[in-house]
C-alpha cells in the first residue's frame, strides 16, 4: 500500500512537496509502521510455522479429488481449511491440519527407521509420486542424506528393480514403433512450457550395462537434481527413455520386463529414430536443453559431435564429468598455492580411453588452450592409458577420432607403472573402476616424484576405487591430498586425522581434501561421472534455458568449472576442501548460471535477456530459481459467452 501511495505522489502536479512530506513521514513514523508488518509466525494450529504473508496463488486446473491426484498440486493434510472449501475437498482428507514442516518430520522418521537404502528409495519415490513439492523440499533441506538415496548408488538398484516396482507413469518412452508419429506424440505430454529434458537409451546404465527401459530411474533422478539443486520447476523438466531394445539376455526373456523385448537397434536405424525424437522435440520446445545421459561409449560421442553445434544438448557422462573434474583440478592447483592458470605446466596420466576418459581429457585441454597454450603445448601434457597401455599412434587405426588426439609418438603400449615412473606425473587421471589400480609403487614413485601429492581415485563402489583412503595416505607418508568416488571413514596416523572427500553424490558428496602436500590424482567409473557432475550439470542447464542459449560451448563449461573452483572459500582451502559441502549446491548452481549467463552475452547467445536482468544477474538468477513451498491454490475457471 505504501508503494502504491508512493507512485501516485510522484505523478501528483504537486509532487515535490508530496514526496517532501512522505519523506518526513517515513523518517518520523515508518519505523514503526516496519515493526508492526513483521510477521510473528505461530507454533500451534493450523497455521504453524507457515506465513500469511502475501503470496500470489496459482491457478489449477483441476479440483476436487483430482487435485489429490494430482502430485504438482496436491499438499496431502497441509491443505488449510480454507483451500478445502474453495477447492472442494473438504471431507477428502483426515481433519487434522499438518503444515510442510511436520510432513518433513514424518517422512524423515520412516526413511530413517529403515537400514536398506533402496527401502528409502522407495519411500522417497512414493512422496515424489504423490505430492512433489514435499519431495523437493526434503531434497533441498537434506540433500547430503537424500543424494545417494535418489541418485548413485541407490538408483542402480532402483534401475534394476523397474519393472517390478513400477507403480505410476512418469516421462516419455520412444520406440521404432513411433517413426513417423513423434512430432505429434511429444503433445501427448501435458506440459507446455519444458526447459530441460533428460534422455537416455539405456545402454550403459551406471556401472551395471545394458538395462534398457528399466533405464528410465536415471533421468527421473537426474532431473529430481535439476529441481532441487538446480532450481528448474517440476513441470519444466521431462524424462525420456529411447527404448531401441536390449541386448541384455536376462531381460529378454524377463516376463515382467516392460521394455521392447527385441534385440538393440544398430546402424541407420538406430540414428534415424535418435534423430526424429530430437527434431520433435525441438519442434515442441524450440529452447528446450536436451542432456544425453548413460549412452553407451559407441554412441556417446558420435551423439554429441552431431547435434552439439546446431542443439542445445550436451552429454553429461563426458562433458559434465569434465568439467567437474576441472574444477577439482583448479580447486587443488589453488591448495597447492599455485594459480588456477598454472594447469598448462601440469603432467597428466588418464588411466582409461573410455568416453568419461577421453571426455575429461578434451576438457582439461581445452581449458590450458583458453589459459593461453598452444594446442600443441597442451596435448603434450597428457598421458592417455587403457588396458593395452600408453595410446600410441601405431594404433590409430583401432581408435576413435577422439582417442587419436591423445595419441603419443614414443612408447606407445607402455603399461602404467612404467608411464608413472617414466614421466613423473603430476595428475593421474584413472578413468577405469579397476580396484586397486593404483598400486603402492605406482602411489610411492609419484610421491617419490612430485613434492606435493594429491590423489582423486573416483572409482565407484568402494571394490572398484582404484585405491582406498587409508593406502593413499600411507604411501605418500600423509602428505596428500585426497578425494574419492567411493565414502572412506577418516584416517588416523602419526597423531593427524585425515578426512577423505568424496566427490560424488554418494554419500556425503562434498569435496573434503585433507592437505599437507598435493599432487593430483583423479579417476573414474562408470558410477562416478553421474554422482561428480552435479557440481556442474544444474547451474549449467539453470544458466542456458533462462537466457535462451541456441548452445552449449566448449567456453561455457571452461566458465563453469572455474566458478565452481573459485567458489571454494581460503578456509575450505587451508583444510584442503577443493569442492564446496552439498548444502550449498542450490548457491553453486546459482553462481555456475550466472557464469554461463555472462558467458552467453558475449558469444550474442543470450536471446532472452533485457537490460535489467543484465544489470543484476545475480538477483535475476535467484528469482527464477524454484522454491519449493506451498502457494495457495485456486480453481482456474474459463469465462465464456
Known sequence: MASRLLSKAATHKNAPSSLSTLRHFSSSKDSGLKEQLVEKIDTEGEWAYCSKNFMAPLQVPVRGVDILTNPLYNKGTAFKSGERDRLRIRGLLPPRKANMKTQQERILKAIRQETSDIRKNIILEDVHDRNETLYHRILVDHMEEMAPLIYTPTVGQ?????????????????????????????????????????????????????????????????????????????????????????????LLEDDFYLGVQKKRLKGAKYYQLVDEFMQAVRHRYPNVLVQFEDFSSDKAQILLNHYRHNHLCFNDDIQGTGATTLAGVLGALRA???????????????????????????????????????PEEAKDCFFVVDANGLLGVENNDSLSQEQGEFTRTEDGGMPLDEVVKKYKPTMLLGMTGVGGLFTEEIIRDMATNCERPVLFPLSNPTIKAE?????????????????????????SMDGKTFYPTQCNNSKYLYAFVTCINYQIIISNSPLMHNALAVYIFPGLGLGASLCGAERVSDKMLYVAAEALANFVTDEDLEVGKVFPPLNQIRDVSRRVAVAVIQQ????????????????????????????????????????TI
Not at 474 to 485: D, L, P, V, Y
Open 158 to 250: 532402483a534401475c534394476k528393480e523397474f519393472g517390478m516396482r513400477f507403480r505410476r507413469p512418469r516421462g516419455m518412452y520412444f520406440t521404432e514403433e513411433d517413426r513417423g508419429h513423434m512430432a505429434a506424440m511429444v503433445y501427448n505430454w501435458p506440459h507446455k512450457d519444458v526447459h530441460v529434458i533428460c534422455v537416455t537409451d539405456g545402454s550403459r546404465i551406471l556401472g551395471l550395462g545394458d538395462l534398457g527401459a528399466n533405464g528410465m530411474g536415471i533421468p527421473i533422478g537426474k532431473l529430481s537434481l535439476y529441481c532441487a539443486a538446480g532450481g528448474i520447476a517440476p513441470h519444466r523438466v521431462l524424462p525420456v527413455v529411447i527404448d531401441v531394445g536390449t541386448d541384455n539376455e536376462e
Open 467 to 491: 585405491c582406498t583412503a587409508e593406502q593413499a595416505f600411507e604411501w605418500t607418508n600423509g602428505k596428500c591430498i585426497f578425494a574419492s568416488g567411493s565414502p572412506f571413514d577418516p584416517v
Open 600 to 639: 552467453a552475452l558475449k558469444e550474442g547467445q543470450a536471446s532472452k535477456l533485457n537490460g535489467k536482468d543484465i544489470d543484476d544477474l545475480e538477483t535475476f538468477v535467484e528469482k527464477k530459481m524454484y522454491d519449493p513451498v506451498y502457494v495457495p491454490l485456486v480453481e482456474k475457471k474459463e469465462i
Open 336 to 374: 597447492k598455492g599455485e594459480e588456477v592458470h598454472d594447469l598448462g605446466k601440469q603432467r597428466i596420466v588418464i588411466a582409461g580411453a573410455g568416453s568419461a576418459g577421453i571426455g575429461v581429457a578434451q576438457v582439461l585441454m581445452q581449458a590450458m588452450i583458453e589459459q593461453g597454450r598452444t
